[in-house]
């Protein structure tokens, strides 16, 4: 830790003693906040376009917050997605050269879950949301506080391995999607492990909690927390709970909250929170209200810092280029790596809000985050030792900590 991130450290400590962490799904940030007209952060424009057979897809307006179609997130989809159509990874070798042209086409030949798109359908990758009326709770959060709009997915992939990143800062070579049969091996069975250990490991007992949505069908509650080794579905506690235990002597230094996934048996995630393409905003949006109102009107808030976050684009387009990335180096072997990537490059733009009462009301950050950088966040507040080379060179939310104790903070957000 260098002089500068130690002055951050003695900074913040007395002031942060919880954090608090919601990782929502599958939007990027231009989608998301592109056209949300929020002052001083870098976006899209009707410049921004892609092509594809023939036509040209311009940024726009418009975005259903539906989709009918799983846009394509896979490895292989986010090459296309960054690079242009047709363009391939090749094993061992540099990311090819990126300019965010193959969102279009990608989605055009998706073969995902829902119904194929059609050609009228194509634009729907290229839009962007009326934030404020589609998601007036993160709206209104991130016109509070701090929004992030350098904030990158740790990989260019999917959920899993991004998701895997920040409890490890790294995903043990993993760069794709697993089967059923793997998900369910290690949330029943064995358990996925770190050469490292998680962040959940290094905290021990009693220094973390772990809590998920309770909303929509059963089969959607089962959190992808719950495949780490050392941690069952037993160990993680209802929203319900949570508000409950904010107002009981709350000790837990570091918090992780899963949003339900909804319909996960037939593919749709209706019902859900966790704003899969295919589900609805509303859900998530109404939890990230919930979990700061619970936050807000706890015993704890004075001392805390709120992160909301998104685990990766979902297909959806956004107009920065991601660039180069530590490699965790954490002697991860090639069993899990399909595609043999080397964790060298962030992964797509994704939305990214910071919440406390120490910082500043409107900020934008223009700091380049990825979901490691709330790991370097805890293990600098806490005196932990990073677990890869990823988290180590992290920058940390330490930095956006002031030295004012805001009263102006909104007591509720929603009904």
């Not at 993680?236 to 107002?247: G, H, M, N, P, R």
């Not at 991860?332 to 733009?349: E, P, Q, W």
Request: glycine content about 10%; hydrophobic content about 35%.
């Amino acid at each position: 830790m260098d002089e500068t991130s130690a002055a951050r450290l003695v900074s913040a400590l007395p002031k942060i003693q919880h954090v608090f962490v919601l990782m929502l799904e599958n939007r990027s940030f231009d989608h998301l906040f592109g056209l949300s007209g929020l002052p001083g952060i870098e976006v899209a424009t009707s410049a921004n376009f892609n092509s594809w057979n023939g036509k040209v897809y311009p940024f726009a307006g418009g975005a259903p917050a539906q989709m009918s179609t799983d846009p394509g997130h896979e490895f292989q989809d986010v090459v296309e997605q960054l690079c242009g159509p047709g363009i391939q990874f090749q094993p061992g070798k540099p990311y090819p050269s990126m300019n965010n042209s193959g969102f279009a086409s990608n989605y055009a030949t998706t073969k995902t879950e829902g119904t194929p798109p059609q050609p009228e359908d194509v634009g729907k990758i290229m839009m962007g949301i009326n934030t404020s009326v589609q998601a007036p709770a993160l709206y209104q959060l991130a016109k509070e506080f701090v929004l992030c709009d350098a904030w990158h997915s740790s990989l260019p992939g999917p959920t899993w391995p991004n998701r895997y990143f920040l409890h490890g800062a790294s995903s043990a070579g993993l760069d794709h999607s697993p089967t059923s049969a793997g998900n369910g091996w290690w949330e029943a069975l064995d358990g996925f492990c770190y050469p490292n250990g998680s962040i959940f490991e290094r905290l021990g007992k009693g220094n973390y909690r772990l809590y998920r949505d309770e909303a929509g069908p059963e089969l959607g509650h089962v959190p992808q927390v719950a495949s780490l080794k050392g941690i069952s579905y037993l160990d993680i506690d209802t929203l319900a709970e949570f508000e409950a235990d904010l107002a009981n002597g709350y000790t837990a230094p570091y918090t992780f909250i899963e949003p339900s996934y909804g319909d996960v048996v037939h593919d749709t995630y209706e019902g859900g929170s966790s704003q899969h393409p295919m589900d609805n905003l509303s859900g998530g949006d109404q939890l990230a209200a919930r979990v700061y109102n619970a936050i807000r009107n706890s015993p704890l808030w004075d001392k805390s810092l709120f992160v909301i976050l998104y685990d990766e684009h979902g297909g959806f387009y956004d107009s920065v280029t991601p660039g180069a990335a530590v490699a965790p180096d954490d002697g991860a072997g090639s069993k899990l790596n399909r595609n043999g990537f080397g964790f060298d490059v962030y992964g797509v733009r994704v939305p990214a809000i910071v919440v406390s009462p120490w910082v500043a009301q409107g900020q934008v950050s223009h700091t380049v985050y990825d979901h490691t950088s709330v790991l370097a966040t805890v293990e600098r507040l806490f005196g932990l030792q990073p677990l890869t080379e990823r988290d180590r060179h992290a920058a940390d939310l330490l930095g956006l900590v002031t030295d004012t104790l805001r009263t102006d903070c909104i007591q509720r957000i929603g009904s």
